[in-house]
């Protein structure tokens, strides 16, 4: 797409006593004038106007400040035109640090034009881009819509998600009041096509607010912070796949006998016996008894527990499946089986992969 730059127009009438700038109106009587000291913007022509904008370093964006409102809320909005992501950096050089990144999907505000770059800020970034990286004046007002997204926030305490417009229509799941989905389409009778993870339905109009958000850059502190949450996250996902199958390992060996001091899997094992053996197929090693597993990996906090993590009560242990349960070798009457986590005063929680 070819860029354009947009020189916005001054509209300055100038009238005996009165200067006319687009949104508002100075008047000065001809006694005033003569009291007061000369105003910032002398009545003097369009000359002076200029002049007078120009030392105060308004310089090429004295069209950001004088514009006619019908210009709207494009005049200093503008959009990425790359790919990926192009670096905004700390000064209009090539060679400078970059501070953040401006992606393919981000708008941005227009702080100042420079000769073949432009200052910006997007989101909580803010420095200098190739003019040739963004899309700016009129063809931001027309491509405003490829960059902005509809999103519903909920206002009601739950509201249904439907299979269609209307009540008598099948729920599909629920949404709680604060929550923000996309709109995915027009609205039809009031209701709105929302995508709530992987289902799409459809909402009453009454209960949401709808508002268009846009996308934006982010600073070099952002982007890392982010990729270390992410990078956790997808740590945490390997670790509850890893203790699922602990857990899917162990539930194996439901139904078989409890023995005091064993630890078989199959013909009998007490507490830590079991939870060490199943550890062991996984090639894990694990203290034998509850009062050493205490001390086993690192500790977390129950409302953090996973699907692996040793559940350490006074003299027991178990296994956390999730949902509040475990899988453990109970006693000779229950052999191995599963029960609430919370049966008991729980000492800790341990993560051992």
Request: net charge negative; proline share 3%.
């Amino acid at each position: 797409m070819e860029k354009t730059h947009i020189r916005r127009r001054i509209a300055i009438s100038v009238v005996t006593g009165m200067i006319m700038i687009p949104g508002r109106a100075i008047t000065v009587s001809a006694a005033e004038e003569a009291e007061r000291e000369q105003p910032f913007v002398q009545v003097a022509g369009i000359e002076s106007v200029l002049e007078k904008c120009y030392e105060t370093d308004v310089k090429e964006n004295i069209n950001l400040y004088l514009v006619p409102s019908e210009e709207g809320e494009y005049l200093n909005m503008a959009f990425s035109d790359t790919d990926d992501f192009t670096y905004i950096r700390s000064a209009p050089d090539e060679e400078s640090d970059w501070v953040g990144k401006l992606y393919g999907n981000s708008a941005a505000e227009v702080l100042e034009y420079l000769d073949g770059w432009t200052k910006i800020r997007s989101g909580s970034a803010e420095g200098y881009v190739p003019e040739d990286a963004l899309i700016t004046g009129e063809d931001a007002r027309i491509s405003a819509g490829e960059y902005a997204t509809d999103k519903a926030t909920v206002t009601a305490a739950v509201l249904n998600v439907r299979d269609g417009q209307g009540t008598d229509k099948p729920v599909l799941t629920q949404v709680e009041q604060g929550e923000k989905y996309i709109i995915t389409g027009e609205s039809v009778d009031g209701w709105y096509p929302v995508k709530v993870g992987e289902i799409d339905g459809w909402v009453c109009g009454e209960y949401i607010v709808e508002e268009t958000t846009y996308s934006y850059g982010e600073t070099k502190e952002e982007e890392e912070e982010r990729i270390a949450e992410e990078k956790a996250r997808e740590e945490a996902a390997q670790k509850a796949s890893t203790g699922q199958s602990v857990i899917d390992y162990a539930c194996q060996f439901i139904g078989n006998p409890y023995v005091w001091g064993g630890t078989s899997l199959t013909d009998g094992a007490d507490c830590s016996g079991f939870v060490q053996s199943v550890y062991a197929h996984f090639g894990v090693s694990l203290p034998r008894t509850t009062y050493e597993m205490v001390n086993a990996g690192y500790a977390v906090s129950y409302e953090d527990a996973m699907p692996g993590d040793l559940i350490l009560y006074n003299g027991h242990v178990g296994l956390y499946m999730g949902d509040g349960n475990i899988v453990n070798a109970m006693n000779p009457e229950k052999g191995i089986g599963i029960c609430s986590a919370t049966y008991a005063q729980i000492i800790s929680v341990r993560r051992v992969l």
